[in-house]
């Protein structure tokens, strides 16, 4: 009995030490989230002032201040994957927090100048610089936290970081309501104080198990990982997985790296990181949050600025929470299947409503009241689909398909990919609009997520429970295919895919 309870009671100390060292690393993600709620916010504020320092809403200027963000994101992400091989994958979170710290500070002053040309400068190169961070940090976050955590735990712990995405998207919307009083730069001198937390927390926690047994400090490696996973845990059989599919320290390069990614069996996996970060920007994700004032506007809804807070930021984290328990038991096919199908309903319904309220035969007083629940409704069912599915899970597998000999280059494409389509998005979103109408634009949005419940279903394999070796094992064989379809009866003398 005593036996048991130690056992037990080691268990949760080394559940408590990852969740320890995933919440420190997650402090990163929180500030992701809080740039994009600061940016939607703050764009509100910079509309209505008559002063040098102003940005007006559906101007060149204002779609450069929201996508210089992601597309700082997207040089972060594309440098991170080679840093993180390199460095280390702790080195490599601290080294992302220096350009954050630059691009707040230079947000912050920005206001002090009384030339509207110099205003704009320091903002847009403090929103790259942020971006450019955060980016970098998107990659070396998920990788980390799944390289530390346990194989029956990876999802759960993994979901953390669009977990805290969310909460700092929440507390960005919050402390950008009391427009007036609470100015944009008091928020930025907030977002200096979380980095620099971020940055000290990190020179506390160990370096990724995973990293160390990859690069030829086995002992240390050996020891960390034996840290995390209690001393009554014989890690012995983990190392072996580990180290089993490596290429030799020695020789791993980002030219090796390259030539890995021509093989079929690390070419599909790579395609399909790919095909995941695609779907989960162009199913409209970037269009709602970055705009979420406007289109609630547009739909006539009262206080459109809280609205927006809550049924954006407030419903993301409720539900993301939600996937975060749901994820080790449903797996994640059944969860971005589930997340598509929402996703494509609420963007149809806020499509009607949209096509509703520009129709002529609408009046402003009884249909008004009708118009506005619509569309609130149609934005919580989309970010509670989204977060329980697509927001955390594209992050997870990114990481969890790829083998680790070429995860930081693979990962650091897929980042690249993935904020060079938020780049795209916010900056279009307006000129696309203009084009289509903006219930033209979220009918398309219903369309590309009808397409990826299709491609989860069909192409999506589910790593629910399995190790890196037989994740990597699953796309060098066969089984790859018995995994899509289960009901088809495959023959062991199939061949290869290498």
């Given at each position: 009995?005593?036996?048991?309870?130690?056992?037990?009671?080691?268990?949760?100390?080394?559940?408590?030490?990852?969740?320890?060292?995933?919440?420190?690393?997650?402090?990163?993600?929180?500030?992701?989230?809080?740039?994009?709620?600061?940016?939607?916010?703050?764009?509100?504020?910079?509309?209505?002032?008559?002063?040098?320092?102003?940005?007006?809403?559906?101007?060149?200027?204002?779609?450069?201040?929201?996508?210089?963000?992601p597309l700082g994101?997207?040089?972060?992400?594309?440098?991170?994957?080679?840093?993180?091989?390199?460095?280390?994958?702790?080195?490599?979170?601290?080294?992302?927090?220096?350009?954050?710290?630059?691009?707040?500070?230079?947000?912050?002053?920005?206001?002090?100048?009384?030339?509207?040309?110099?205003?704009?400068?320091?903002?847009?190169?403090?929103?790259?610089?942020?971006?450019?961070?955060?980016?970098?940090n998107s990659l070396?976050?998920?990788?980390?936290?799944?390289?530390?955590?346990?194989?029956?735990?990876?999802?759960?712990?993994?979901?953390?970081?669009?977990?805290?995405?969310?909460?700092?998207?929440?507390?960005?919307?919050?402390?950008?309501?009391?427009q007036g009083s609470?100015?944009?730069?008091?928020?930025?001198?907030?977002?200096?104080?979380?980095?620099?937390?971020?940055?000290?927390?990190?020179?506390?926690?160990?370096?990724?198990?995973?990293?160390?047994?990859?690069?030829?400090?086995?002992?240390?490696?050996?020891?960390?990982?034996?840290?995390?996973?209690?001393?009554?845990?014989?890690?012995?059989?983990?190392?072996?997985?580990?180290?089993?599919?490596?290429?030799?320290?020695?020789?791993?390069?980002?030219?090796?790296?390259?030539?890995?990614?021509?093989?079929?069996?690390?070419?599909?996996?790579?395609?399909?990181?790919?095909?995941?970060?695609?779907?989960?920007?162009?199913?409209?994700?970037?269009?709602?949050?970055?705009?979420?004032?406007?289109?609630?506007?547009?739909?006539?809804?009262?206080?459109?600025?809280?609205?927006?807070?809550?049924?954006?930021?407030?419903?993301?984290?409720?539900?993301?929470?939600?996937?975060?328990?749901?994820?080790?038991?449903?797996?994640?096919?059944?969860?971005?299947?589930?997340?598509?199908?929402?996703?494509?309903?609420?963007?149809?319904?806020?499509?009607?409503?949209?096509?509703?309220?520009?129709?002529?035969?609408?009046?402003?007083?009884?249909?008004?009241?009708?118009?506005?629940?619509?569309?609130?409704?149609?934005?919580?069912?989309?970010?509670?689909?989204?977060?329980?599915?697509?927001?955390?899970?594209?992050?997870?597998?990114?990481?969890?398909?790829?083998?680790?000999?070429?995860?930081?280059?693979?990962?650091?494409?897929?980042?690249?990919?993935?904020?060079?389509?938020?780049?795209?998005?916010?900056?279009?979103?307006?000129?696309?609009?203009?084009?289509?109408?903006?219930?033209?634009?979220?009918?398309?949005?219903?369309?590309?997520?009808?397409?990826?419940?299709?491609?989860?279903?069909?192409?999506?394999?589910?790593?629910?429970?399995?190790?890196?070796?037989?994740?990597?094992?699953?796309?060098?064989?066969?089984?790859?295919?018995?995994?899509?379809?289960?009901?088809?009866?495959?023959?062991?003398?199939?061949?290869?895919?290498?």
């Open positions: 009995m005593k036996q048991s309870l130690g056992i037990n009671g080691a268990r949760r100390s080394r559940v408590i030490l990852v969740a320890t060292f995933s919440f420190v690393a997650c402090l990163g993600a929180f500030l992701m989230g809080f740039s994009t709620g600061f940016a939607t916010q703050t764009t509100d504020e910079l509309n209505s002032t008559n002063s040098s320092a102003s940005i007006t809403i559906g101007t060149p200027e204002s779609s450069a201040f929201n996508a210089l963000f994101a997207l040089v972060g992400g594309l440098f991170a994957g080679w840093a993180s091989d390199t460095f280390g994958r702790k080195p490599a979170i601290i080294i992302g927090t220096v350009p954050q710290l630059i691009g707040w500070v230079a947000i912050t002053v920005a206001h002090l100048w009384p030339i509207h040309r110099a205003f704009v400068s320091f903002i847009f190169f403090g929103r790259f610089f942020a971006g450019l961070g955060a980016g970098w070396c976050i998920p990788v980390y936290i799944t390289e530390i955590s346990p194989v029956d735990k990876r999802g759960f712990f993994g979901s953390w970081n669009q977990l805290f995405v969310t909460i700092g998207l929440l507390v960005g919307y919050c402390l950008g309501i009391p609470f100015h944009y730069y008091y928020v930025s001198v907030v977002a200096i104080g979380i980095t620099a937390i971020f940055m000290i927390t990190m020179l506390f926690i160990d370096e990724s198990p995973v990293w160390l047994l990859s690069h030829g400090r086995s002992e240390k490696g050996e020891r960390v990982l034996q840290r995390l996973r209690g001393s009554h845990v014989d890690v012995s059989k983990e190392i072996d997985e580990i180290t089993g599919n490596l290429i030799q320290p020695e020789k791993i390069s980002l030219c090796r790296s390259l030539i890995q990614l021509g093989r079929c069996s690390v070419m599909i996996p790579f395609l399909l990181s790919l095909g995941v970060m695609f779907f989960q920007q162009f199913g409209g994700i970037n269009a709602l949050t970055y705009y979420a004032s406007q289109e609630l506007q547009k739909a006539r809804v009262a206080d459109y600025r809280t609205v927006s807070s809550l049924s954006v930021g407030g419903t993301e984290v409720v539900f993301t929470v939600v996937g975060v328990l749901l994820v080790e038991r449903l797996g994640r096919k059944v969860l971005l299947i589930a997340s598509s199908v929402g996703m494509m309903v609420s963007s149809v319904m806020l499509a009607v409503d949209l096509y509703l309220v520009r129709s002529p035969d609408s009046d402003t007083n009884g249909d008004a009241k009708r118009y506005s629940a619509l569309a609130v409704t149609a934005f919580v069912v989309y970010n509670a689909a989204f977060s329980v599915g697509w927001g955390p899970l594209p992050w997870v597998m990114m990481s969890e398909l790829v083998p680790t000999s070429v995860r930081g280059v693979s990962t650091g494409v897929a980042t690249a990919f993935n904020w060079g389509s938020v780049a795209v998005i916010t900056f279009a979103v307006t000129y696309y609009q203009q084009a289509v109408m903006p219930y033209g634009m979220w009918f398309t949005f219903g369309g590309i997520c009808f397409i990826s419940i299709f491609f989860v279903a069909f192409l999506i394999p589910e790593t629910k429970g399995r190790s890196m070796e037989e994740i990597q094992q699953m796309f060098e064989t066969f089984r790859y295919r018995r995994y899509l379809f289960p009901w088809r009866r495959l023959s062991e003398d199939e061949p290869l895919l290498v």
